[in-house]
């Protein structure tokens, strides 16, 4: 079965809208990010959302193409990675921001402002990456 390409557009342009607000909310260097609670908070929702969003996305190639399921964020990564053969450095690198939006999420640990700022401007842009990587494999698999 084919992905659905309204879907893949609305979730691709979703990640990648979230990822753009985000670069602007840590462009001030670390100091001026942490006192200011609200930065804080609204770059936390927006890392959270950006990795829901791959996952989603995630998810729906896995379904449609490969008629798998695999449960959870990491999971989903993980079999996507596998089946488009993925290298370990960039598997290494979702894995890391699907752990960190669960730590987010879940609070397992305190999550300090620096973190935040750090995973944003550091670890975040593996998403685009994600989806710009996709586009190109959905493009050369016009005949599913």
Not at 7 to 27: D, F, N, P
Not at 73 to 98: D, K, N, S
């Amino acid at each position: 079965m084919r992905p659905d390409p309204e879907r893949v557009a609305r979730l691709s342009a979703e990640i990648l809208q979230r990822l753009e607000k985000l670069s602007v909310y840590t462009r001030s260097e670390l100091a001026d990010f942490q006192a200011d609670e609200r930065t804080v908070l609204a770059a936390k929702m927006l890392l959270v959302e950006a990795v829901e969003g791959a996952a989603a996305l995630c998810n729906h190639i896995m379904a449609r193409v490969f008629r798998e399921a695999p449960g959870g964020f990491i999971l989903c990564f993980e079999a996507l990675a596998t089946r488009l053969g993925w290298e370990e450095p960039f598997r290494q690198r979702l894995r890391r921001v699907a752990r960190f939006r669960s730590e987010l999420i879940h609070e397992y640990r305190e999550i300090t402002p620096e973190q935040v700022y750090r995973v944003a401007r550091e670890e975040a842009h593996v998403l685009a990456e994600m989806v710009r990587r996709l586009r190109e494999w959905l493009q050369t698999q016009e005949g599913l």
